[in-house]
């Protein structure tokens, strides 16, 4: 695994330490010795990790994390704080101030180099969903980045599943106000319950009397649905095997029991946040995706999906050897509407209209707006002569129901010409059926228009 770790530490034998150890992993490895240094190359640089000292000069490591966690730019790089504080609340200060871990030194060799591996993962996904949602469309990342996932009137939905009841009801008592917390003492009910609920984060307990909490771990990642879930392992001392197992799994956090009270809060809290970002990222891609094919006019998609799906409805209907029917439309003397009403009225017909050929089309029909006042319909498993008709049906709709323009309630009529072709049986190619249907329109227009004509070779 290739990723640039920075080891930010102002002890040259510390730093050296580091170093042998993530070179040994086949880690590139980046170092600064202050505050300032690590905060300029983590701006400045690609960095994937940081691991941050606490006990430095000038500015000390929580003030670091903070700095970083604030900065849009760097707040989704992982942060893990190594030092020599060991008390539980060192801990929740440092994840209080944004760090994704908190490891006491000596840090185990096995344990730190699992927990990097771990975090490199969760940034090379968060580093994907940025790149492909910054070269989509600008949304703002530093907006996004800026919003304060974890207030408080944005509970997070939290599933515990722990077969102890006296466990249980501790971890109740603590995230009482905190979050929304359901429990499942049945491992596989437990799974079950993920996959139908959509939590922030599901907590297991590794103390089961006859089940494996790392087979569960195993299954929920790889479910679709719970995929992404953050997982926090709760663990006995003595379970560091486990928990390293885990990590490579893909659990996200782990707490040690006794469980600290404010420790377990801030800990979800990190993984509610980081969740909730990438939540966020992956659902302005699919926004992006769908305004691409989508006309902002009318609703329909448009000419960019037209071009990109019919080769393939063309395609399954020769393989499957089912009729297949497009008909083109286009309002007729649609520049004196525009040139009447100006633009918005112009607007206006145009959405009513697309409003009326989708009520008059299949869920499995393609409706598009081709460009201007021109729209295609796709029609699977139809023939000519069903085309045809469907193209009347529309027509007349159009001519006979007045269109409204404006706020005073005045209405128009508007009339609309229609061209029709099918894939003739033996050889044909979308360009020919795209001719046909265009050609068809033209000879609906050219013979006084409001009228249908269907193009058969």
């Known amino acids: 695994m290739t990723a640039r770790i920075l080891v930010v530490d102002d002890i040259p034998a510390n730093v050296r330490l580091l170093e042998v150890r993530l070179l040994a992993e086949y880690f590139e490895v980046l170092t600064a010795t202050n505050g300032m240094d690590a905060i300029e190359t983590c701006e400045n640089g690609k960095v994937d990790v940081v691991l941050l000292d606490v006990m430095m000069p000038d500015m000390d490591g929580f003030e670091v994390c903070r700095r970083l966690k604030s900065d849009p730019a760097t707040s989704h790089i992982p942060v893990v704080m190594i030092?020599?504080?060991?008390q539980v609340s060192d801990r929740v200060r440092g994840l209080e101030a944004g760090a994704d871990d908190f490891l006491t030194k000596p840090a185990n060799d096995l344990q730190l180099m699992t927990r990097v591996k771990s975090l490199v993962r969760l940034k090379t996904l968060t580093d994907e969903l940025r790149l492909r949602a910054s070269t989509t469309r600008n949304i703002g990342i530093e907006e996004l980045l800026s919003r304060n996932f974890a207030s408080a009137d944005t509970t997070p939905k939290v599933l515990l599943i722990d077969e102890r009841k006296s466990s249980f009801e501790r971890v109740q008592k603590m995230l009482r106000g905190t979050a929304d917390l359901d429990i499942a003492t049945d491992p596989h009910a437990g799974f079950f319950q993920a996959a139908e609920t959509p939590y922030e984060c599901v907590m297991?307990?590794?103390?089961?009397?006859?089940?494996?909490?790392?087979?569960l771990c195993s299954q929920l990642r790889s479910l679709d649905r719970t995929r992404f879930v953050p997982i926090i392992l709760l663990a006995q001392?003595?379970?560091?095997?486990?928990?390293?197992?885990?990590?490579?799994?893909?659990?996200?956090d782990y707490l040690m029991r006794p469980i600290d009270q404010q420790e377990l809060t801030a800990r979800l809290r990190t993984q509610v946040r980081r969740k909730r970002y990438n939540d966020q990222l992956r659902a302005s891609v699919t926004q992006t995706i769908e305004m691409a094919v989508t006309d902002a006019l009318t609703g329909l998609h448009n000419r960019r999906y037209l071009d990109s799906?019919?080769?393939?409805?063309?395609?399954?209907?020769?393989a499957r050897r089912r009729p297949l029917s497009m008909m083109i439309?286009?309002?007729?003397?649609f520049k004196t509407i525009n040139d009447a009403h100006g633009h918005d009225g112009g607007d206006e017909v145009l959405r009513e209209f697309a409003r009326r050929l989708r009520k008059n089309v299949r869920g499995i029909d393609l409706a598009c707006r081709f460009g201007g006042e021109e729209f295609v319909v796709v029609m699977p498993d139809t023939d000519g002569a069903v085309a045809e008709k469907v193209a009347e049906r529309i027509r007349a709709e159009i001519a006979l129901m007045p269109f409204a323009v404006g706020h005073d309630g005045k209405t128009i009529e508007v009339t609309v010409s229609v061209g029709v072709s099918s894939v003739l049986k033996g050889v044909?190619?979308?360009?020919?059926?795209?001719?046909r249907a265009d050609l068809a329109l033209y000879e609906a227009k050219s013979a006084g228009r409001n009228r249908?004509?269907?193009k058969a070779a």
Do not use: C, W, Y
């Open 83 to 86: 030092t020599a504080l060991d």
């Open 204 to 215: 297991i307990s590794t103390a089961f009397a006859d089940f494996d909490p790392l087979r």
């Open 237 to 252: 001392e003595g379970e560091e095997g486990r928990i390293i197992r885990g990590l490579e799994l893909g659990i996200n």
């Open 309 to 318: 799906h019919l080769q393939t409805l063309f395609d399954r209907a020769v």
């Open 329 to 333: 439309t286009d309002l007729d003397r």
């Open 428 to 435: 044909d190619t979308v360009a020919g059926l795209m001719k």
């Open 452 to 454: 249908v004509v269907a």
